[in-house]
């Protein structure tokens, strides 16, 4: 199994930015498909935004087009999530995600495609 570190969480006001970082080990990053998925207090878990393997295709939640950006740098196994222009809706817990085989679900926003979570890292945005 893949571990999945997330860190770069933090407090900032509406419309400001942040940077999220997901450091992965124990399985080559290349090969994964990476996800990112946020929860807040109260909600279910939802779909924000993934990557493709070879970083040639991104796909985004429409909460957060426009307004985020998910990258990935293969040499370092690390995936990131820029986040501009932050609303208060957007505090939640953010989850990196990484897929690791095809499971049968083809759906780059469905969790259940995903089969390696982190921890989480919170990120809270204040009016």
């Known amino acids: 199994q893949v571990q999945l570190v997330e860190s770069g969480g933090g407090l900032v006001q509406t419309g400001g930015s942040l940077k999220l970082s997901c450091a992965a080990s124990?399985?080559?990053?290349?090969?994964?498909?990476m996800g990112w998925f946020r929860q807040g207090s109260g909600k279910d878990r939802e779909f924000v935004a993934a990557i493709s393997r070879d970083g040639g295709n991104t796909y985004y939640a429409d909460s957060v087009k426009g307004r985020f950006t998910i990258s990935r740098d293969n040499a370092k196994n690390t995936v990131y999530l820029q986040m501009n222009g932050l609303k208060p809706e957007d505090t939640a817990v953010y989850y990196c995600?990484?897929?690791?085989?095809?499971?049968?679900?083809?759906?780059?926003?469905?969790?259940?495609?995903?089969?390696?979570w982190g921890q989480g890292t919170q990120v809270t945005v204040s009016s």
């Open positions: 124990g399985r080559t990053f290349s090969t994964n498909v």
């Open positions: 995600a990484a897929a690791t085989a095809y499971s049968g679900v083809g759906l780059y926003s469905a969790a259940a495609r995903y089969n390696a």
